[in-house]
């Protein structure tokens, strides 16, 4: 037992891991936020300024024990313009750059715009705010940013394990239990609702007026075995991510996390929850493996590689075939 405890924290300590996934969810995150501000930039007033419909004693009273928002210091407009201009400007930064600092800033600046006005949250702003938390201890930027090979390269020189290692496995495995156990609940909720076990829970969504992009959506979702199915595939892929993620076959874990995005992008597409799409993305890309994503990598390369040789042969042998004009061949 004691072996097997020592081979644990070894590896805990010895190499950082899920490096790709988390910076991904970093870029993600990043630019969740500055779309989040974006989006409503022209109506930033009315939603969260200091005369906005929602008023700073009424978010004041909603705050939750440990919640927060910069926004309620003042009530100054300059102070307002201010600070929903720093959120969009360490948003930028953040998913560009990473690093501790700017993880600690986007942390508190995206907590701040959050509780400013919970009623126009999508709900993978809740999430967002826990893992971000977890992403401080966490090294973001080891890819997908500047200098981000010499940083892998000083990783990779450290000999021996590190507390700094250390820390940043458990901020990452921290990470992909929340996500886990967020569609574990969500997976066991659907399997005990009527709606999700008649299969119809689809139809009804699609019905809502305030979570439909086309009426091509709707359409679809009429159709009962359509509608059934989906519902099922949901509730299968949400109850199978747990066991997907902790699996030794990597094919398991990549079709499970692939079944998941298509999901989210159906999400964004037919309900406009675009925000909570790209969140939940985000998240998931930071269950994947390392080693998964390099697979994947040389998995493109040598479709591409083969497409390549594909098209090739085809383009040369479409010239071949081009007529040769008169005045060409005289000139010939």
């Not at 790709?20 to 501000?37: E, K, N, Q, S």
């Not at 009273?61 to 919640?67: D, R």
């Not at 909570?276 to 040598?302: S, T």
Request: hydrophobic share 50%; aromatic share 12%; proline share 2%.
């Amino acid at each position: 037992m004691t072996a097997r405890l020592d081979a644990l924290v070894l590896r805990l300590a010895c190499q950082e891991r899920r490096l790709i996934g988390l910076a991904m969810l970093r870029i993600v995150i990043g630019f969740a936020t500055v779309l989040y501000c974006l989006a409503d930039y022209d109506r930033r007033q009315f939603l969260w300024g200091p005369t906005s419909f929602h008023s700073a004693e009424v978010a004041s009273k909603l705050l939750p024990k440990w919640g927060f928002s910069l926004f309620l210091v003042s009530n100054s407009q300059l102070w307002f313009e201010l600070l929903f201009h720093a959120v969009i400007v360490v948003s930028i930064a953040f998913m560009i750059f990473g690093g501790r600092a700017l993880t600690l800033a986007q942390a508190v600046l995206m907590w701040s715009l959050h509780f400013r006005n919970q009623d126009v949250l999508e709900g993978g702003d809740n999430l967002a705010q826990i893992l971000i938390l977890f992403m401080v201890f966490s090294v973001s930027n080891a890819y997908f940013a500047p200098g981000a090979k010499q940083r892998r390269a000083r990783m990779r020189a450290e000999n021996g394990p590190t507390v700094g290692t250390a820390v940043h496995n458990l901020a990452a495995y921290l990470v992909v239990f929340q996500t886990c156990m967020l569609y574990l609940t969500a997976g066991y909720w659907k399997i005990t609702g009527k709606v999700w076990q008649d299969g119809a829970a689809m139809y009804y969504i699609s019905r809502l007026s305030g979570f439909q992009m086309s009426t091509t959506y709707a359409h679809l979702m009429s159709s009962a075995f359509l509608g059934t199915t989906i519902c099922y595939f949901t509730i299968f892929t949400e109850l199978a991510f747990p066991f997907a993620v902790l699996s030794a076959r990597p094919w398991v874990r990549k079709t499970n996390t692939l079944a998941i995005e298509a999901m989210h992008l159906g999400i964004m597409t037919c309900m406009g929850l675009v925000c909570f799409g790209m969140l939940m993305i985000g998240a998931d890309c930071a269950c994947l493996r390392d080693e998964d994503y390099r697979a994947l990598y040389r998995w493109a390369v040598r479709l591409k590689d083969t497409v390549a040789e594909r098209i090739r042969p085809s383009v040369g042998l479409s010239r071949n075939l081009i007529p040769v004009t008169e005045e060409q061949h005289a000139s010939a």
